[in-house]
């Protein structure tokens, strides 16, 4: 079981930045975690995910360059640093965990889910 819960959503120009965070509990031994956005009318696509143990990195091809992906153990959190925002970016970003070491890039992957955090970029 792991409980998670993100913060950091908010209004920012195009061209800023923002940071979100995925503070994570229960047991989260062995799992990665996935941050996910979900826009108005569209589906829930992937953006990066971390291995909690070794600190893997995977980023979706549309965010390579600008986010980028960490982990605090110490604070048991996963940030999203997000740089170079395009209005694109507006969406509802998510924070997953999943136990697979093999599937990381769909929704269904992944067991535990976070409320979610808005991120709006205005023009």
């Known amino acids: 079981q792991v409980q998670l819960v993100e913060s950091g959503g908010g209004l920012v120009q195009a061209g800023g930045s923002l940071r979100l965070s995925c503070a994570a509990s229960?047991?989260?031994?062995?799992?990665?975690l996935g941050w996910f956005r979900q826009a108005p009318g569209k589906e829930r696509e992937f953006v990066a995910r971390?291995?909690?143990?070794?600190?893997?990195?995977t980023f979706a091809d549309s965010v390579k360059g600008r986010f980028f992906i960490s982990r605090d153990n110490a604070k048991s959190t996963v940030y999203l640093q997000m740089k170079n925002l395009e209005v694109e970016d507006t969406a509802v970003y998510y924070c997953a965990a999943t136990r697979s070491g093999v599937y990381y890039r769909s929704p269904d992957d992944y067991d535990y889910w976070g409320q979610g955090t808005q991120v709006t970029v205005s023009s």
């Open positions: 229960g047991r989260t031994r062995r799992t990665a």
């Open positions: 971390i291995t909690w143990n070794d600190g893997i990195i």
